[in-house]
């Protein structure tokens, strides 16, 4: 993984880690249920960008890689896995 892209998402996944806590307090202190699901889907909307910054990451140097150096059954094969990323993600 390109350095800059790791550390990034780590940073995000360590802000999403505490907004998780948070989250946690919210349930256990009976707060009011919106709330809670506005703060949850931050969390969401925070994972989909980690998603994509490692699947854009992923794309750069893995699926690229493949195309520029392997063989055509490798090509072939990163090309299903993103695709079937992509697919999960939907």
Known sequence: ?????KKSCL???GRIEGQV???ARMVEEDR???????QLQAVKA???RVED?????HVAHCVAHAIENGNEE?????????MEAVSRSR
């Open 1 to 5: 993984m390109n350095p800059m892209a």
């Open 11 to 13: 940073s995000r996944l």
């Open 21 to 23: 806590r948070g989250i």
């Open 32 to 38: 009011y249920c919106i709330d809670v699901i506005t």
């Open 46 to 48: 925070a994972l989909n």
């Open 53 to 57: 910054e490692i699947l854009r990451d």
């Open 74 to 82: 490798e090509r072939r094969q990163k090309i299903d896995e993103l």
